[in-house]
Each structure stands twice: as structure tokens, then as C-alpha cells.
């Protein structure tokens, strides 16, 4: 079965320039084009078709990308939602990933970066880009430990080391920061890695924004 698309972008260029690259791509199919997130939702409830993977521009008329995701997350929770915008605003990228999305996507980026992330939202459930890692690693400070614990039940030195992991800080600093030696460093990262159910420090950092245990 091929992987099914929908495209929702105000902009009726960029919408079908999207969907002609999706049909280009073996086992990759397009269900919708919407104008708009409302277009979408309506467009699924009566074909009856749920799509495996939304692309949603973040800025249009009705309902925009950010409550397209919210949406989607409460009525269809198996859709995949990759954000598209034509801008790197921090701020955009943190509200629409704690919204549900599954990754972001510069609108000016190339067919065959589309394809990888399609390809990882299906395999890995999410597409974190070097850009989108950067940005989120780059700009995110930690608030308060209190409402870390009781979301992944972190001790307090397990809220350290996380609110420090999602900074720029290497292990070895984080390690001198805490008084502790990296092995000690090491073993808080496995725990956490296992209390967030993550496997990369990416996905560490993307899940704590996705729970607002981090802000811009």
C-alpha cells in the first residue's frame, strides 16, 4: 500500500508544485490538496480517507497550521503532520512541534529533502533536520525542575542534566557543571534516554519541548 498524502497550503502553486513532487515518489500517493486546514478536516470526514502523512503550511486563511495540528491530533491521532513554512522562526518551530507536528520543513528546500522526510516520518515516526536541531538546541533555555519530574519522574539530578543536555553544552561540560565525572554523566543520559522513551539526544530535546518543560 502506498503512503498516502495530504497537502494543505492557501498558495494553489506551491500546493500542486508539493503534490506533483509527491507523485513523482515511488509508494507515495496524494489523497487531498486543501486550501486551508478547515478544507482538509472537511475534505477527510467526508471521503472517509485518513491520510498517513499531512503537510500543512503553517500560515493560512481560517485555520492556519498550528491549529490544523492541534486538530488533526484530537480527531485523527495517526496522522503525521509535517510543518512547512517559509521561514526559521524559533518560536514557530517550538508551538507547532508541542502542537503534535512530526517535523518542519523549509518550503525552500529541495525535492530530495522532502522525500527523506517523508521516508522518516514513516520509518521513525519523525524527521528532526540538522536545521531543525540547531534551532531548538541553539535558542531553548530550561524553566523551573518542578514540572519536569512529575511528567517523566526525574529525580532532581536527572532534571539537571536534562535541563543542560538541551543547551549547548557538551556532555564533558555538563559533566564539570554537575561536579560529576562524564561516566556518572553517561549513565543520567541513559536514564533519561529511557524515562522519555528516546534514543537520541535530538529526540531528548524535541520531546522536553513537546511537554513545555522547555521554553524559548
Do not use: W
Amino acid at each position: 500500500m502506498p503512503t498516502s498524502i495530504a497537502i494543505a497550503d492557501d498558495h494553489h502553486l506551491v500546493a500542486e508544485a508539493l503534490a506533483d513532487y509527491v507523485r513523482k515518489f515511488d509508494q507515495y500517493e496524494v489523497l487531498f490538496v486543501a486550501v486551508n486546514g478547515r478544507d482538509l478536516i472537511n475534505q477527510i470526514q467526508q471521503s472517509n480517507r485518513i491520510p498517513d502523512i499531512a503537510l500543512l503550511d503553517l500560515h493560512m486563511p481560517e485555520m492556519d497550521g498550528f491549529e490544523t495540528t492541534l486538530q488533526l491530533k484530537q480527531l485523527y491521532p495517526t496522522v503525521n503532520v509535517l510543518a512547512l513554512s517559509m521561514t526559521d522562526r524559533e518560536d514557530h518551530i517550538v508551538q507547532v512541534i508541542r502542537n503534535g507536528a512530526r517535523g518542519y520543513l523549509l518550503k525552500g528546500c529541495r525535492p530530495s529533502e522532502l522525500r527523506q522526510a517523508l521516508d522518516e516520518i514513516m520509518t521513525k515516526g519523525h524527521y528532526y533536520s540538522d536545521f531543525l536541531t540547531s534551532q531548538l538546541i541553539r535558542n531553548l533555555n530550561a524553566p523551573g525542575e518542578s514540572s519536569v519530574v512529575p511528567i517523566f519522574n526525574l529525580n532532581g539530578r536527572e532534571s539537571d542534566f536534562l535541563k543542560m543536555a538541551c543547551s549547548e553544552l557538551t556532555y564533558n561540560e555538563i559533566a564539570d557543571k554537575m561536579c560529576v565525572s562524564p561516566r556518572t554523566v553517561d549513565g543520567y543520559r541513559e536514564v533519561v534516554f529511557q524515562k522519555m522513551n528516546v534514543r537520541t539526544r535530538v529526540g531528548m530535546v524535541l520531546e522536553a519541548v513537546r511537554h513545555g518543560l522547555i521554553q524559548v
